[in-house]
């Protein structure tokens, strides 16, 4: 079974061409995140091979790619039509041929070695548990023992008194206002609302190494982490875990607003 969402109808060929524009509101906390990916790599080989989890338009290549002439890239995602986009993108800065285009799954992907891999604002669309879990050990499957992770997403503490704060700053930034109420009425179940701490546990039973939080911008949340020592197949535990996997964190529930 696929660990990633079974339909792709929202990411179709309008959304597709429609992305970067819909996500300029916030373009200011990608590019930030985009720095802090350049920075945790900084150390990988010259020759270094670049999964991008739910690759969208390329965004995390069209950012490396110039940096590191000798890097290639392995782009998946579940949408054709975003990477046909990613593609077109690819192609007209110049570094398509150091690009493999897989639309599916992760767990569709060869299982061969990668250095390092991105899933930036990819995983909080895995509303159950284990199947998130499933999703971060399909990664750390196609990376070398050591190879690092960057990840990102929506992540939040419903109970924590800065919740409603947070989630007001998120929406003036990001969603129209006459769209808001419908977001609020969305999160935690159309998009995961899985606490920082629990999204770490997953990235452990996954197979890495705690991660180690290093961004915060309102509701995204990313962390840098490395795959385990003696991490394998999906079948073979992190040693940095229990033997028998921990249960993961209640996940609270959305609290009415007075």
């Given at each position: 079974?696929?660990?990633?969402?079974?339909?792709?109808?929202?990411?179709?060929?309008?959304?597709?061409?429609n992305?970067?524009?819909?996500?300029?509101p916030?373009?200011?906390?990608?590019?930030?995140?985009h720095?802090?990916?350049q920075?945790?790599f900084?150390?990988?080989?010259?020759?270094?091979?670049?999964?991008?989890a739910?690759?969208?338009?390329?965004?995390?290549?069209?950012?490396?790619?110039?940096?590191?002439?000798?890097?290639?890239?392995?782009?998946?995602?579940?949408?054709?039509?975003?990477?046909?986009?990613?593609?077109?993108?690819?192609?007209?800065?110049?570094?398509?041929?150091?690009?493999?285009?897989?639309?599916?799954?992760?767990?569709?992907?060869p299982?061969?070695?990668h250095d390092?891999?991105?899933s930036?604002?990819?995983?909080h669309f895995?509303?159950?548990?284990?199947?998130?879990?499933?999703?971060?050990?399909?990664?750390?499957d196609?990376l070398?023992?050591?190879?690092?992770?960057f990840?990102?997403d929506?992540?939040a503490?419903?109970e924590?008194?800065?919740?409603?704060?947070v989630?007001?700053?998120?929406?003036t930034?990001?969603?129209a206002?006459?769209r808001?109420?419908?977001?609020?009425?969305?999160f935690?179940?159309?998009?995961?609302?899985?606490?920082?701490?629990?999204?770490?546990?997953?990235?452990?039973?996954?197979?890495?190494?705690?991660?180690?939080?290093?961004?915060q911008?309102?509701?995204?949340r990313?962390?840098?982490?490395?795959?385990?020592a003696?991490s394998?197949?999906?079948?073979?535990?992190?040693?940095l875990?229990p033997?028998?996997p921990?249960?993961?964190?209640?996940?609270?529930?959305?609290?009415?607003?007075?």
């Amino acid at each position: 079974m696929p660990s990633s969402p079974p339909t792709t109808a929202a990411f179709d060929a309008t959304h597709a061409r429609n992305y970067d524009r819909q996500i300029e509101p916030i373009r200011g906390f990608k590019d930030a995140l985009h720095l802090l990916v350049q920075g945790a790599f900084a150390r990988l080989p010259e020759t270094a091979r670049i999964l991008v989890a739910g690759a969208g338009t390329a965004a995390e290549a069209r950012h490396l790619a110039p940096l590191h002439a000798g890097w290639r890239f392995t782009l998946v995602d579940p949408s054709a039509a975003m990477l046909d986009a990613a593609r077109e993108h690819a192609e007209a800065e110049g570094f398509v041929d150091r690009c493999e285009f897989h639309v599916g799954w992760v767990s569709d992907l060869p299982v061969q070695a990668h250095d390092a891999a991105t899933s930036l604002l990819v995983s909080h669309f895995l509303v159950d548990e284990q199947r998130r879990v499933a999703f971060f050990r399909d990664i750390a499957d196609r990376l070398k023992p050591g190879g690092l992770l960057f990840s990102a997403d929506l992540a939040a503490d419903l109970e924590h008194p800065s919740f409603a704060t947070v989630m007001d700053l998120w929406l003036t930034l990001y969603v129209a206002p006459e769209r808001q109420d419908s977001y609020r009425a969305m999160f935690g179940h159309g998009v995961a609302a899985h606490a920082p701490a629990q999204v770490e546990e997953m990235m452990v039973q996954a197979g890495f190494a705690p991660p180690a939080a290093c961004y915060q911008a309102a509701l995204i949340r990313g962390w840098v982490t490395r795959k385990a020592a003696g991490s394998g197949l999906a079948t073979c535990a992190s040693p940095l875990a229990p033997s028998s996997p921990r249960p993961l964190p209640a996940t609270p529930r959305p609290r009415p607003r007075s």
